[in-house]
Structures are given as structure tokens and as C-alpha cells.
């Protein structure tokens, strides 16, 4: 039931701009298990407790996209600075469990934690760059295909890291508008390069993540951490002028209870399993 509920949340999380499934996967204490298991499945070995607890992560994120789309459309029109408070408090509520991980700060880990903050906040300013150079739509050439391809490896990547969004990096690489098209179109040859690319990037990215968890997790968690302290500003900024502090600050406090609360759970639910 919790894995469903991880699951829920990571999906309306990839229907926002700013924020990422990876984050929420991370603050509810699942992501070493996520890495794992895809990491595993990947390798052609299946084992029934990594494929069960992907179908209720998977079916989880498929409810949250399909049946809260337009409800997360509607609260980030009518509701935005509520909307973004209450994901930055789900972000700010996972922050200690993720801490609890690092342990000890060394200067190598603070140079981890700084690299990722800069990086969301460098793809921050770069998305908030106007780009006039938006791919044709329907265009075949092997350039653009490419590209199509390349667009879905990275934000496979992105949709996995935490503080990073796909359809965030997606807008920054121009890639948003095209995809979104060939969707609506059926563009097969389009989407067949983007979904390429997201089977490569998840395969790649999953079984870096595993590798450096194991070898240096301290570091790696840092390095996370840095990316989901990097997510508040952009995040926090998003209502623009129709920022509402009270909004903010509610949506703050809701978000971190229930972050905290997930947090919680997950961590019982290891406890009466160990």
C-alpha cells in the first residue's frame, strides 16, 4: 500500500514543472531500493519481491499521471503558490531522513553537496534563458531524430535524480514542445527514438546510482541532497507575481507533515521486515 502511495506521489510530481519522482522516491526512503530493483531487472534477473514492489511503484505513477493530471493543472492555475509551497515542504520534510544518511560531513561530501546545488540552480537560470530555436514539429532529419534520442536519455536521467524534473530539462533542451506534438500526432518514429533514449538512460543512470551508493554512499546521498536543497529556489519563485506568502507558507507546513509522515512509514514497514 505505501509503495502505491510513493508511487501516486511520484506522478503528479512529474506532472510539475520543477520538480522530480526521483525526489519523492528519495525522501520516502525508497531510492536505494528503486535504484536496485530497475538496476536488476535490467540485468534479466528477476526476483518476485524487486517485480512487486516495481508493479505497485509503476501502477502507483501511472494513477497519479492519468487521474491528477487535470487536478494539478487546475491547482497550479488557480492555486500556484500553494501548489509549489506544498512540494517544497515535501522536499524540505525528506531532507533529514536523507541527512541521517550522509553521516559525518568531511570536506568531500560539502564539495558533493555544493556540486548539486549548483547544478540545479545553473539549469534553473539556463531554462529561464529565452530559446528561439524549438525543433520543427514534424521534421524527420536524422539531426533532429538524434537529438529526439538524446532528449530522452537525458530526461530519463533527470525524471530519476532528484531536484531535477524531465519536463523541466525537456523545455530547456527544446525538446517539450516536440514531444508533446509527436504525442498528440502518434509520431511513431519520433517517439521511437525518445523511448529508446529513456530505456538507455534509466539503465545507465540506475546502475551508476547503484554503483556509487555502494561505494560511496556518504558522498552520493550528499550529492542528492545538494540536488533537492538546489530545487527551492526555483521552485519557491514559480507562482511569480501571483506569489502568496500565507499560500507559501501553508503549503509548506502540509507538504513537510506529509513527507515527514511517508518518511515514517517507509521506515516501520523496513523495520517489521528486518
Known sequence: ?????IGLL???ANLIPGV???TIALVSGIYGRLMNSIATLTELKFK???LLFLFQLVAGIAV???????LVEYSIDTFPSLTYGFFAGLVAGGIPSVYIRIGKFTPKKIISLVAGVLLVLLLSLWGNVPNAGYPAHSNHSISLLLYDWLAGFVGAASMILPGLSGSFVLLIMGEYERIISAINDLDLLILLFVAVGIVIGTIF???IIRML?????GKTFSFLMGLMLGSFPDLLSRPGKETRFFEISVGLVLGAMLSIAISKLEGKKIESNT
Open 64 to 70: 497519479g499521471i492519468f487521474a491528477f493530471s487535470r
Open 10 to 12: 511520484m506522478g503528479i
Open 213 to 217: 551508493l555502494k561505494k560511496m554512499p
Open 1 to 5: 500500500m505505501i509503495n502505491s502511495l
Open 205 to 207: 543512470i540506475t546502475r
Open 20 to 22: 522530480s519522482g526521483g
Open 48 to 50: 518476485k519481491k524487486d
